[in-house]
């Protein structure tokens, strides 16, 4: 929200209230409270009257400060709020002078100036941002020019600029097809059902972090508005209606810091099942389809050799006009018990469509009306309207009742057969509403989804045990990454909303979100077949793979012979990247930092990167770049530094800006130097043995570093550790093992093996383990031709 007009004056009946000095302080251990008069007090006079900020400071996480300011505090407090973890104990430690007051945590200082306001956040002594000046202030948008109506509601908000300094760059956000980096952009932290190529975003994160090494986290679900670099294009300003500000400054020193912290803070992503890495496959949703539609795809893709591991039904299981009853439409599924046995025997899991919405014509209507468990409007009536199912209600997830009458309506389905939910929309929430609880329906609007997709999700972690618990989520908010996976929504079927849909992935995997999806192929309408194989190859290296559409069926022989070559292809090659991918994401789960990473999050020194949003790493080793055009035109950056092809093993050296053709069966998926890539030995399925026959490649090691990685089994437990490292022309490898295993020296030139067979293929030198092993590989000099 703008208040300003231009540099000195304010806008139309906009009054700005800023805090002058600090008049006094009173701290303990766990808090300082400042009382922050707006004016200079001069004399006693000066104190009768007028607005004082109290403004409150804490640090219940190390490299984190919390500054929450208030005028009124005696305001009506609603819920709901953030589910934050906050320690018992403090980090805080505080020093004052006459002149300062200096608050540490961690690496982490917040210097303020007592006699002429100013805030600054700092680092080692260097500066990260600051607020001095109006930044801080209580806004009035009602002042007549000498008072305001303090009866009336609305009319006051709280603002924060925080300075950015030059070539600073600003992430996150959530979910924003938007440009990348948000420099220049207004953003409203409201979620809307908009589409990928609009302003309006499904999952909207009030957090942003900078590549400086620094994040914000403004801790509020209503809207909050955000003027990135727009309003004052040197600074990030964020406010909120109403009477206090809730924010939080996180310390990194890296991104990557910054996100681990942020998620000990709003939670980190659970850990999906290994199933669900493999190949889901829709219905498609306005698709006509009954159990021979179904039992064709499904049988199409094993006769095609395609290693398809879940098949989701869409909308229309359920009966047109009664979504949600949760009721198979007879007419088209009238043995779903025997059905979904079928279809396990075809070892698949199954997914199904819900969403949090009732229609009139639901059986379940009924019954939610008489015993409350909608939401409904302030003149008691069920709040209805006719938007995607006509007569519609909301399930009040604030009514614990309610929550246990549509968990106990979804638990007949688990037992049914059904194994995860496809938890779709949850975006559109009024605001002319009340709650059981007696919620802030503004409040709500955003957090609403947050109590839909954790009923689902702790529903299918009781049933199915935790670690097998996986929506497919559609809007998020904070802390929704605790309930993964969350899918980039309804994109058209072109290169544009391929592009779009990868933009807003890795702008939400910069706000916490640890997995993502997409509709391969593209939802509305239907892609070429040249769109549908450069998609295909895109969502096969990506954290989760689902083909879906809204008009048209997504079964990849819909497009021509050589779209099921390229399918089979990729699915192959994602079953056998599974104890990497595995390994990235278990250790996503237990830090926050995502799978697919933008490059400015791994490679934030390198200026190239800063705006790159057409290419990502997948895991902590995986270069990924998909392909946007008809012509096949690959087109990429690889940072400084030796990069190995991983499907065709060529070699690049020197950071530059590639352009070249690229066939179907090809992506430019780069390794990057001293990685270790843990490779399984089967290609139908993700979910297997992974150490067992595991190969283990290095690639490109550097002398005098170590290069290590663990291959997980699908219980998290680790059952093979590879060790190596180079010094001079001598590769030490140590490998802890409870099963055979291969290490491949890739491109290396040996000439003798100690402690393990081994023979020199075209790949490079593999080296069999049958066990623990301390293994030495003598290389060749480079006057012997070692072109590593």
Not at 440 to 449: A, G
Request: hydrophobic share 35%; glycine share 8%.
């Amino acid at each position: 929200m703008k208040f300003g007009n231009g540099c000195w004056l304010q806008r139309e009946g906009i009054e700005c209230f800023a805090p002058q000095e600090v008049y006094f302080v009173n701290k303990d251990e766990r808090e300082v409270i400042i009382c922050a008069p707006t004016h200079h007090i001069e004399h006693r006079g000066d104190t009768l009257g007028g607005i004082n900020l109290t403004i409150r400071i804490t640090a219940l996480l190390k490299d984190v400060i919390r500054v929450q300011v208030s005028h009124y505090l005696g305001t009506v407090k609603k819920g709901p709020e953030f589910e934050l973890n906050l320690a018992e104990a403090g980090f805080m430690h505080t020093e004052e002078t006459e002149d300062e007051l200096l608050i540490q945590s961690g690496s982490l200082l917040l210097r303020i100036n007592k006699k002429r306001w100013e805030m600054r956040y700092e680092r080692d002594g260097k500066l990260l941002t600051s607020s001095s000046g109006r930044d801080l202030a209580y806004m009035r948008t009602d002042w007549k020019g000498f008072a305001y109506d303090m009866d009336s509601e609305g009319k006051a908000y709280m603002r924060q600029e925080l300075a950015l300094g030059v070539n600073e760059h600003v992430y996150g956000l959530g979910e924003r097809f938007s440009a990348f980096v948000k420099n220049g952009q207004s953003v409203d932290i409201w979620n809307e059902d908009g589409g990928t190529s609009t302003e309006q975003s499904y999952k909207n994160i009030p957090f942003y972090m900078t590549d400086k090494g620094y994040g914000v986290f403004v801790n509020h679900p209503e809207k909050v508005s955000f003027e990135v670099a727009t309003e004052q294009v040197a600074k990030v300003e964020f406010s909120v209606p109403g009477e206090t500000l809730d924010y939080f400054v996180i310390d990194g020193p890296a991104m990557k810091d910054v996100l681990q912290k942020y998620t000990d803070l709003t939670g980190k992503p659970a850990l999906p099942a290994p199933w669900t890495f493999g190949l889901w496959l829709s219905t498609s949703f306005t698709t006509n389809y009954d159990e021979e539609t179904v039992m064709q795809f499904i049988d199409g893709m094993k006769e095609r050799g395609i290693g398809l591991r879940v098949f989701h039904f869409d909308c229309f299981w359920m009966k047109e006009f009664h979504w949600s009853d949760f009721l198979w439409d007879s007419r088209v599924f009238p043995d779903p018990e025997g059905m979904l046995r079928r279809i396990k025997e075809k070892d698949l899991n199954v997914c199904v469509w819900i969403n949090p919405y009732i229609g009139q014509e639901s059986v379940l209507f009924k019954e939610g009306m008489e015993k409350g468990y909608f939401i409904k409007r302030p003149n008691g009536n069920v709040w209805q309207w006719d938007m995607w199912q006509p007569g519609m209600a909301l399930v009040d997830f604030t009514n614990k009742d309610a929550c246990l009458w549509f968990q106990k309506k979804l638990e007949v389905l688990l037992d049914m057969g059904v194994d995860c939910f496809k938890t779709d929309f949850g975006e559109r929430i009024p605001t002319n509403c009340v709650y059981a609880d007696g919620s802030d329906p503004e409040k709500m609007h955003n957090y609403y989804t947050y109590l839909y997709n954790k009923v689902v999700f702790e529903l299918l972690e009781k049933k199915r045990g935790k670690g097998q618990a996986v929506l497919f989520a559609r809007s998020a908010t904070v802390g929704g990454q605790k309930f993964p996976v969350h899918w980039g929504g309804d994109c058209w079927s072109d290169y544009v909303s391929m592009e779009e849909s990868l933009r807003g992935g890795l702008s939400l995997t910069m706000s916490g979100f640890g997995y993502w999806s997409h509709d391969i192929g593209g939802f509305e309408s239907t892609s070429t077949p040249d769109v549908y194989k450069r998609w295909a190859a895109f969502g096969l290296f990506s954290s989760h793979s689902r083909l879906h559409g809204s008009t048209s069926y997504r079964v990849p022989w819909a497009y021509d012979e050589e779209a099921v070559e390229v399918v089979r292809y990729f699915t192959e090659v994602k079953a056998q990247l599974m104890p990497y991918l595995y390994r990235n994401a278990i250790e996503t789960s237990q830090t926050g930092i995502p799978m697919m990473r933008s490059m400015v999050l791994e490679y934030t020194g390198d200026r190239n990167c800063a705006y790159l949003d057409k290419q990502y790493m997948f895991g902590d080793s995986l270069l990924v770049a998909p392909i946007f055009n008809e012509e096949g035109r690959a087109v990429y950056y690889l940072p400084e530094g030796i990069w190995v092809h991983y499907l065709t093993g060529e070699v690049k050296k020197v950071g530059t800006w590639y352009d070249e053709p690229c066939g179907y069966l090809d992506i430019p998926v780069f390794v990057k130097e001293n990685s270790l890539i843990a490779v399984g030995n089967v290609k139908g399925r993700p979910d297997y043995d992974y150490a067992d026959g595991v190969t283990v490649k290095a690639y490109t090691l550097l002398d005098g570093r170590e290069a290590e990685t663990v291959v997980y089994g699908m219980n998290q437990r680790k059952e093979t550790t590879v060790a190596v490292k180079k010094e001079n022309n001598i590769i030490h490898i140590s490998v802890q093992a409870e099963k055979p295993c291969r290490v491949v020296l890739v491109h290396e030139k040996v000439k003798a093996v100690e402690g393990a067979e081994w023979e020199m293929q075209e790949e490079g030198c593999a080296i069999t383990c049958q066990g623990d092993a301390q293994v030495q590989a003598y290389l060749y000099g480079e006057e012997n031709g070692n072109e590593n």
